[in-house]
DNA sequence: GCGAACGTTGCGACAAGCGCAACTTTCGCA
DNA sequence: TGCGAAAGTTGCGCTTGTCGCAACGTTCGC
């Protein structure tokens, strides 16, 4: 679906899953962290193979792990990155870059992430015009893809549609809550879970994953929403902790315990492929390089 | 007609061109050396000011100059492309390549250049069986796009064909020459030209320029052929330096001076775009990362 | 003032690289 | 011992980036 992309950023995008594979030793692993299909993912590591004339992982039935060839390049690779980091490090002339970025995010985004995010885009070039806009992550998607938005700070499935490419900037659990003044419904429900979405998702692969289904009581449509009716007791309710952390209603609530607990949630940075070629949205992409 | 490289060494590409360019400050020049049309330098030029954000070279009507962003990135590229080159320098085990590289080459490029590129792909790859094949330069692309040859070590056209890639490893002067123990017949002729490739078109454009044509008294096949019907004294003979200098004829044959002198004429490394995924066809390249 | 030189841009074509889905192999569990 | 799941690879169609050619706008020299 995806297209090629450019030299100098796109190289990089190959030695950082190079690096993450070299780090994780799971192909599926880098695969739904960094966002990518596992068959580039593999011919990604092909391609750099050729190129370099040697193997750089042994696949053995048992996992994979790096050759020699392979701790020589992971040098050369963290180098690389480094140097290239130093160069973008060294901001020029703050108010350079002029225009107007559309960001969408959503309203956790917004608390968490975003102004740790902006900030210092901000400080490099207060001349931009920054345009915020919330909403869901589904939509935050749909909003990227419509053109609508150029960047989009939101949990991030691990297949991203079509032209976007996206990052990981932080990685939160999802947690099961209660209110804490209400008897406690239990790890068997009934549920109050988000309506749609990456959460509602991950909440219906953990029940799934138990077994024992239990039932839906709401399905409210945002999570600040799902708080206030799990604060009123209308069932056990899954967030991401960020969201918890953040919320109003955090002191009428409380995080139970679970077993398994539910998969970790991605939230990160998402952009049209071929926006990273103008200024503004290579500039707050380049930003996020260390994360 | 060229498609997307790959991504390592393609990137450096990019870089490469803009250094070249960073020093002669002059598209033209860089687009002739470094064998890639107008169009694509200024494009390279283009997506690299775009992707970094800012103009690299101010282009002005009595030429262009580095900006001062250009000067910043011209360091980038110099580390990083001594980075990979350093990468690249360690070899890492001697014997892991094997296989067969078929490499065509002038007589000229046997006797001068290819010794000081193929010693230490040897030393490198002593377990790849390399073929040699001789002939005249206009054969070695056509050779080249056959598949008949990988790689051509040859006098290389500013404009390559269709998927070919060149890098120019050595220029050296053309020069007149006539018979050292013979009456001179001058700068206006009877010439002695070889009948077609490189060396006959730069002549061309010699006589051209100075507007008197002379007549052309033999068109002999090859530069040794025509050494010698010069030292016979059939009249005034162009040939490379290199090749006079490298002739079995050399102690009969006088420079003669000449104004304007005739254009330099590049030596260098030819191999299809696509073979530098193969491995030992990158072996090889790399090793002319530094000429 | 006309022509050459220089850099840029429209255009058609080619092929690199992506995701989807099917496949192979291996491991776990009954 | 056999079936199912998991992990990595590969065939395929499609998108899209980049190339060269050729035409264009501008500037300089004669």
């Not at 599926?28 to 011919?43: E, F, M, Y």
């Not at 750089?56 to 963290?78: H, I, K, M, Q, W």
């Not at 900037?169 to 209110?179: E, G, N, P, R």
């Amino acid at each position: 679906m995806k297209g090629p992309g450019h030299r100098v950023l796109d190289d990089q995008r190959g030695l950082r899953l190079f690096l993450h594979l070299a780090q994780s030793l799971n192909f599926g692993r880098t695969s739904l962290d960094c966002h990518v299909s596992p068959a580039t993912l593999t011919r990604t590591v092909q391609r750099l193979e050729t190129e370099l004339g040697h193997r750089l992982f042994d696949r053995g039935p048992r996992g994979v792990s790096l050759t020699a060839e392979g701790r020589r390049f992971r040098e050369y690779a963290v180098q690389a990155l480094e140097l290239w980091q130093a160069y973008r490090d060294e901001r020029p002339d703050p108010a350079d870059l002029t225009g107007r970025l559309t960001v969408f995010a959503t309203v956790t985004a917004c608390q968490t992430l975003l102004p740790d995010l902006l900030a210092p885009f901000r400080t490099a070039h207060p001349q931009v015009r920054l345009d915020l806009r919330t909403g869901d992550a589904a939509a935050a998607l749909a909003r990227l893809d419509e053109g609508e938005a150029d960047v989009a700070v939101a949990g991030i499935p691990a297949r991203l549609p079509g032209p976007l490419v996206g990052r990981t900037l932080t990685v939160t659990d999802l947690v099961l809550v209660t209110a804490r003044d209400r008897p406690d419904p239990g790890l068997d429900g009934p549920f109050v879970l988000p309506q749609r979405g990456l959460v509602r998702e991950a909440a219906d692969r953990w029940l799934r994953a138990r077994g024992r289904p239990g039932a839906v009581a709401c399905e409210p449509d945002g999570h600040e929403a799902l708080l206030a009716l799990v604060a009123l007791g209308c069932g056990t309710g899954v967030v991401p902790r960020l969201v918890l952390e953040h919320s109003a209603v955090r002191d009428r609530i409380a995080v139970l315990p679970a077993d398994p607990a539910p998969e970790p949630f991605p939230i990160g940075l998402c952009v049209r492929r071929s926006d990273l070629r103008r200024p503004l949205v290579a500039a707050l992409w380049s930003l996020t390089a260390h994360w």
